[in-house]
Structures are given as C-alpha cells and as structure tokens.
C-alpha cells in the first residue's frame, strides 16, 4: 500500500514566524510532490510543486525535496493569520500519472 | 473565465436513491478525477479518466459510476449501493498525456444522506 504520512497538528506558531510541514512517502518511485492549501469547507488550491532533489522558493513559500530520504517539506516565512488552513501532501508515482496520492494534512494555526 | 464548476454545492440523498454530481471543466484538460474527502482524512480517489469514453477505477469505485462522454463533462453517480455517502465529493482535472501532472479542483460538493 502506498502511503503518504503527514503529522495532523494542529502546527501552532506566532503571525511572522516561519512554519514547517513536514511530509513523508513509502513508493521509492514518486516522482512529482505537491502542496495543497485547504481552507475549512473549501477545495483543496495548489501552492507549490517540485519534481527534483533541493529546493524551490516561490515568494514566502519553500518546499523541499529529499528523494534517498523520500521526504518533502513545506516552510512558509513570515507566517500570516490568513495561512491558517490544512496543508495537504501529494505524491505521484511517476510524472504524467494519473493515480495521485494525498496525505491526510497538517493543521496550521497562525496566532495574531 | 477558465476553471472546473461543480454543482451542485449542497446535496441531500434519501435512502436507496442514486443521485448525479455534476463536473464541467473548460481549460482543455485530457484527465479528470473524483475524490472524497471524510473529515479528517485525506482525498481517496473514485475513478479517473484520462480520455473520452474511458475511465478506470480508483481504490474506492464500490457504490459509485462515471461516464466520459464528452471532454468537458465527467458526472459522478452515487448509487444506492454506496452505503456510507455522506461526504464532501471533489472532482479535478489535469492536462494529460503530454503535459504536467498538476491537478486542479473544482470547488466541491457536500453529499448528506437524510
């Protein structure tokens, strides 16, 4: 059974912090990794994808991938009230997949 | 404006009644998908389809039918066999074959049997 773990919080850290979501996957062939944003009631949006080893930045969102490791994070800089949400990991077998798994997600909470 | 429209975005089912979810998608996408979304747990996919006319199972078909007749339209039919329905029901759409696998959602719809 594949399998993509994530830590169910609630994450807890103050408004300007730095937040960090954490995500690990059982298939050693994953290929493509995603990070979902979920507010309460709504669908999930994406926020950041990353297909090989590193790092990749886009504005205050980093997300990080260690394929020997299969682990893939998440940081968010300068942490706002308004990323309170569920943050949701994805994991695809290989690129061009159609069978996309998703983590169960991570609570956030952004005190003001 | 391009995006996946879901409808509708309240559903009541009573007992032994199959109702239709409705997905439209126009941003030209080959693949489309549903998902359920239990409170707390994480998306477990229904079906997918990567092309018109076809469409295979996901881990969770039982009590669940889709057709692919048209490349726009993917409706989920949830049967009076699916014995535990209450949900919230996602469907998304990817480019397919020859593009990323990046999956984007409609914006749901929340089934509740009475």
């Known amino acids: 059974q594949k399998e993509v773990e994530q830590n169910s919080g609630p994450l807890s850290v103050p408004e300007g912090a730095i937040a960090s979501l954490n995500c690990t996957y059982s298939d050693r062939v994953s290929q493509s990794f995603f990070w979902y944003r979920q507010y309460s009631g709504k669908s999930p949006e994406l926020i950041m994808s990353i297909y090989s080893n590193g790092d990749k930045e886009d504005g205050r969102f980093t997300a990080q991938l260690n394929k020997a490791s299969q682990y893939v994070s998440l940081l968010i800089r300068d942490s706002q009230p308004s990323d309170s949400a569920t943050y949701l990991c994805a994991v695809t077998p290989n690129t061009g997949g159609f069978k996309t798994i998703f983590g169960a997600g991570t609570r956030l909470f952004v005190k003001a | 404006d391009g995006g996946i429209t879901q409808s509708p975005k309240y559903l009541f089912r009573k007992e032994g009644q199959n109702v239709t979810l409705s997905c439209e998608q126009n941003l030209n996408h080959d693949a489309m998908y549903w998902y359920r979304q239990d409170p707390g747990q994480g998306l477990r996919l229904i079906y997918y389809s990567q092309i018109v006319n076809d469409f295979q199972k996901g881990d969770i078909a039982e009590g669940y039918s889709v057709s692919r007749e048209k490349k726009e339209s993917f409706p989920l039919t949830v049967t009076s066999a699916q014995k535990n329905p209450t949900a919230f029901y996602l469907c998304?759409?990817?480019?397919?074959?020859?593009?990323?696998?990046?999956?984007?959602f409609g914006p749901g719809t929340r089934l509740t049997v009475l």
């Open positions: 998304a759409s990817s480019p397919g074959t020859g593009g990323t696998d990046t999956q984007y």
